[in-house]
């Protein structure tokens, strides 16, 4: 593929974007951009949903992870299904009697404003760094295959990419990413199928023969039961249950546009059909990856030593435009779905937990308005920053221990919600920064010497449920004791 027929898809997609953002951005108030005035169609938030849970990360490395990891992300993805059940029957309902715009709200009602506070702070660092990271990432692929060939700047590329979402985020907020992101999960669900039907197509295999080819390549186990080792069977569904909860539930760039539901039932009924497309996505991407394998062996493509580089390079030179296009498609979405919403929560938790501009009676709709565009583009400009920073370092080593971090600060919130719903004990409110601030750093600690320290153990994604269990524990010592009563 020419680099301009690349940027002429890019472009298309785009235009498309805008057009949805003009349809539901019309006469938007505040309470569309927070909550798309709770008139959000279930169907359409849950299909939405899986391309706001995905990433261009997640479309270039779990296909090329498949040989290391084989299928065993199914575990995690099991546990996903009992996790969101949780978000479903637990923590919607209590979102919805409690009428949150921000779900750290509920951190100040049950435990006070520093407790608020130190919730919505790991979530704006986590989802800063994270966004910022996997936006990195992807730009990277697409500067690499288009804007390198025309001496164009990695800075400009990414600076454009952030004009582009806040074109289209700006004004219309929840009610605009709703519609948004049902497009681009369309796309990435598609860029997906067809790539598999591209694959099929050149190795001359129907449907059978693709379910063989994925069975019999060596690289589809599912479960696996070697205690010490990351992909044992209950390390990985356990943790799913917890990421489920924690990214998902406890998230508040995911919650908003479920609280954008017309009512609760609604609301759990997304959750439920997102949990079904979910799974198959997450079985097709995994398929994906076995095909790519195969195609390499049958056709003598070498291995990259970066398997991230697989799929990109078997569509981009061995499999034709159509295949170049799609990809293109599904990368485009997975890169927009995964950056938009951020900016809109972000702002949206930053001046409802911070600003707490939701108890500002003094202040007219104008002003409130103005304040939440100045600070939609404030974080357009530091999510911008921090990718650059990204660059200049140039290390692929930081941009994993990025991730790694962002992983660490959702095991405070998991804590934090737990000791709220499971206890009545009251805490001493201005101990709970510290709290989560410990909990992380002693699972650092952790996770640096558990192979000295145990025999050989290995932390996989179980260590964010030993983080939290690490913050639970720091609340029940900071808990207030209350005089007894007779």
Known sequence: MSPLLILGCIGTYFCFLLLIAWRTSRNATSASYYLGNKA??????????????????????VPGRVASAQFSYMQVVLGYVVGYVVIAQVLLPMYYRLNLTSIYSYLQQRFGRASQKSGAFFFLLSRTTGAAARLYLAANIIQAFVFDAWGIPFALTVSVIILLILAYTLKGGIR???????FQSSFLILGVVLSIWAIARELDLDLSGIVGAVRDGGNSQVFFWDWQEKRYFWKQFLSGVSLAIVMTGLDQNMMQKNLSCRSLREA???????????????????????????????????????????????????????AGIVFVAGLTAATFSSADSVLTTLTTSFLIDFLEMDKQATWNERRKTVLRHQIHILFAVLLLLVILAFKALNSQAVITAVLTLAGYTYGPLLGLFAFGLFTKAPVKDRWVPLICVAAPVLCWVLNSSSERWLSGY?????LLILNGLFTFFGLWLARERLPRTV
């Open 268 to 322: 759990q009924w997304n959750i439920y059909a997102f949990t079904g497309v979910m799974f198959v996505v997450n079985a097709l991407f995994l398929s994906l990856g076995a095909l790519l394998y195969h195609y390499a062996g049958v056709t003598g493509v070498e291995i990259p030593a970066e398997t991230d580089k697989l799929f990109p390079l078997v569509v981009f030179q061995h499999l034709g435009i159509f």
């Open 458 to 462: 290995q932390f996989g994604f179980e």
């Open 176 to 182: 605009t990413l709703v519609w948004t992101d049902t």
């Open 40 to 61: 959000s169609p279930w169907y359409a938030v849950a299909f939405g949903l899986i391309g706001d849970s995905l990433s261009g990360v997640t479309f270039i490395s």
